[in-house]
């Protein structure tokens, strides 16, 4: 299963981005899915994570300015971000929990896209 992300550049702060991720390859189901970020010289952190129910949780930083959204039947994720500051700039990562069969799943990621906001 590959993940493939999109939406990524450069933005004035105030602007706006909107972030895509599509998963291809054979999938039986995508549970969880979410988008995390990884600035220069710190952790890879979690952004914001919606499972295949629509339950939805942010990093509070991100509260009010990002929305996340799926959709289930063609396996895509999204994330609008709006009012973008010069601490969002990161690499954002696309991951999901995807099942093969009703077995057996596991963790897939994407290779990252570059957001960069400019004070």
């Known amino acids: 299963v590959q993940l493939a992300e999109s939406g990524g550049g450069l933005v004035r702060s105030g602007g706006s981005l909107r972030l895509s991720c599509a998963a291809s390859?054979?999938?039986?189901?995508?549970?969880?899915m979410a988008w995390y970020r990884q600035a220069p010289g710190k952790e890879r952190e979690l952004v914001a994570r919606?499972?295949?129910?629509?339950?939805?949780y942010y990093l509070d930083s991100v509260k009010d300015r990002f929305t996340i959204s799926r959709d289930n039947a063609k396996n895509t994720l999204q994330m609008l971000m709006n009012n973008l500051r010069p601490e969002d700039t990161a690499v954002y990562f696309c991951?999901?929990?995807?099942?093969?069969?009703?077995?057996?799943?596991?963790?897939?990621w994407g290779q990252g896209t570059q957001v960069t906001v400019s004070s």
């Open positions: 991951n999901a929990e995807v099942h093969i069969n009703r077995n057996y799943g596991y963790e897939s």
């Open positions: 390859g054979r999938i039986y189901r995508v549970n969880n």
């Open positions: 919606i499972t295949r129910d629509g339950e939805i």
